[in-house]
Nanobody
Framework: QVQLVESGGGLVQAGGSLRLSCAAS????????MGWSRQAPGKEREFVAA????????YYSDSVKGRFTISRDNAKSTVYLQMRGLKLEDTAVYYC?????????????????WGQGTQVTVSS
């Protein structure tokens, strides 16, 4: 079955950087658009970044544009989220997602498979 396993979360000071990874298995990775969403305590899940199968197209939410970069390595079946200039409000559980609908979705309901999430905590 499809498995998405996130890693790379942790505790970082405001202004710092982290790189999240999501290793996929059980799917033909290069057929899937991939994305990242996040959910902070008491808040709705927010979709923050997505990338098409080849890496040629990407999407970013306004809240992370210019600070986060999504990329993928199809040979490794892995998608990454490089996060720079982290802010307190970036604290959340970050989830990896996959869809094979043929487009880069920007909403959580456009993705069919989800990982278990990795915690990112930004401290002052």
């Amino acid at each position: 079955q499809v498995q998405l396993v996130e890693s790379g979360g942790g505790l970082v000071q405001a202004g710092g950087s982290l790189r999240l990874s999501c290793a996929a298995s059980g799917l033909s990775f290069s057929d899937f658009a991939m994305g990242w969403s996040r959910q902070a305590p008491g808040k709705e899940r927010e979709f923050v970044a997505a990338i098409n199968w080849s890496g040629a197209r990407s999407y970013y939410s306004d809240s992370v544009k210019g600070r986060f970069t999504i990329s993928r390595d199809n040979a490794k079946s892995t998608v990454y989220l490089q996060m720079r200039g982290l802010k307190l409000e970036d604290t959340a559980v970050y989830y990896c997602a996959a869809n094979n609908r043929g487009y880069v979705g920007a909403r959580t309901n456009e993705y069919d498979y989800w990982g278990q999430g990795t915690q990112v905590t930004v401290s002052s």
